[in-house]
């Protein structure tokens, strides 16, 4: 009787120690979160003259997890003539060919941490290529053309299967042809306006395309 009562006292002693100490028999609690950093993505992006790109910065904590309820980032550019930023929302525009390093700063509390990704800016060429593969796809699926003296180019390589460029949509004031059905050569088209062009093979209807006229 005696030993029960002594096996009794001494675990209620250690449970009682451990409340004070903030632990339990039955869970335990990891360290509180601390704002330790910021992660900016999509690293090293590629924007176009005259484009924009956004990006995203997220508060971390010590284990890399996303640090709960802290504040949106203040974005700022390295080099204004490079690209430029939105300072709350972290949209960069492309200004000028190079590079600029774009910067989020967040604060919580009295802490404050930055986060950084380099922008490379580029002109793009006044000619693109488009590959209609036996595969079935327009590769690349979208391709980026500036105009030189007023007029950008693409060219569409035909595989031995044949396939037609058949357009979607135009921007206004804009007439460029189709291409009928056609293979195992290749045809280029002239754009003079600017936009966004959609297309498709009228002969397999999961190939589809885009040109964007700048």
């Not at 357009?167 to 056609?182: E, F, L, M, N, R």
Request: hydrophobic content about 35%; charged content about 5%; some cysteine.
């Amino acid at each position: 009787m005696l030993r029960s009562v002594v096996r009794t006292i001494v675990a209620g002693s250690v449970a009682a120690a451990m409340a004070a100490c903030g632990g339990s028999s039955g869970s335990t609690t990891g360290p509180t979160p601390v704002f330790t950093s910021v992660s900016v993505t999509p690293t090293a992006p590629t924007v176009t003259v005259g484009n924009t790109t956004g990006l995203t910065a997220i508060a971390k904590d010590q284990n890399g997890a996303t640090f709960a309820g802290a504040p949106a980032a203040t974005w700022t550019s390295s080099d204004l003539t490079k690209a430029t930023v939105d300072p709350t929302s972290g949209v960069v525009t492309g200004v000028a060919n190079g590079s600029s390093t774009i910067t989020a700063s967040i604060t919580a509390g009295s802490v404050t941490h930055t986060g950084s990704t380099q922008v490379t800016v580029v002109t793009p060429t006044a000619s693109g290529s488009v590959t209609a593969t036996s595969g079935l796809a327009f590769t690349p699926h979208s391709v980026t053309i500036g105009r030189s003296g007023g007029t950008g180019t693409v060219t569409w390589t035909f595989q031995n299967v044949a396939h037609t460029v058949t357009w979607d949509s135009q921007p206004s004031g804009a007439a460029v042809a189709d291409i009928g059905a056609t293979s195992s050569t290749e045809v280029p088209r002239d754009f003079t306006v600017a936009g966004t062009y959609q297309y498709h093979c009228s002969i397999h209807s999961n190939m589809s395309g885009v040109v964007v006229v700048q």
